[in-house]
């Protein structure tokens, strides 16, 4: 450790403690608008074309994305349930392979006018790709 970074030396029950000074940093105001919840940055998708997950069928979400109820399948021929999945995912994704294996690029489309999320999920979207901006205003 460097002398010039050490402010003292304790010594408390024959053990050495060093004091280091902390740098205090701000966070960064944009990034913090794009949280799907505080401290949690919202993912999102390079291109829509990537999103190559199902379109119909039953989907079963992993426990890391869905927790909260003993049933993590999905009916995705059920327009409520579609929805929920979609809102699940864009909320709770942590990594692009989670976006990419549950969402489909055109029912996201479709699906983002009616689709609640955090401000900061749909503002990231739309700042990303604007064709969702788009549909969201021409549904209004």
Do not use: C, K, N
């Amino acid at each position: 450790m460097s002398a010039g970074l050490v402010d003292r030396i304790f010594d408390i029950g024959g053990v050495r403690v060093y004091s280091v000074p902390m740098v205090a940093i701000q966070p960064d105001a944009s990034r913090a608008r794009y949280e799907s919840r505080p401290g949690r940055r919202a993912m999102v998708a390079a291109s829509l074309a990537d999103l190559r997950g199902p379109a119909e069928g039953t989907v079963e979400l992993p426990i890391w994305l869905f927790w909260s109820g003993p049933d993590h399948t999905f009916d995705l021929g059920d327009q409520d349930m579609r929805r929920w999945l979609y809102q699940i995912v864009l909320r709770e994704a942590g990594s692009l392979e989670d976006l990419t294996a549950y969402l489909d690029g055109d029912t996201l489309i479709t699906l983002w006018p009616d689709l609640y999320l955090p401000d900061g999920v749909r503002q990231a979207w739309e700042e990303q790709h604007p064709v969702l901006r788009a549909a969201a205003t021409a549904a209004a």
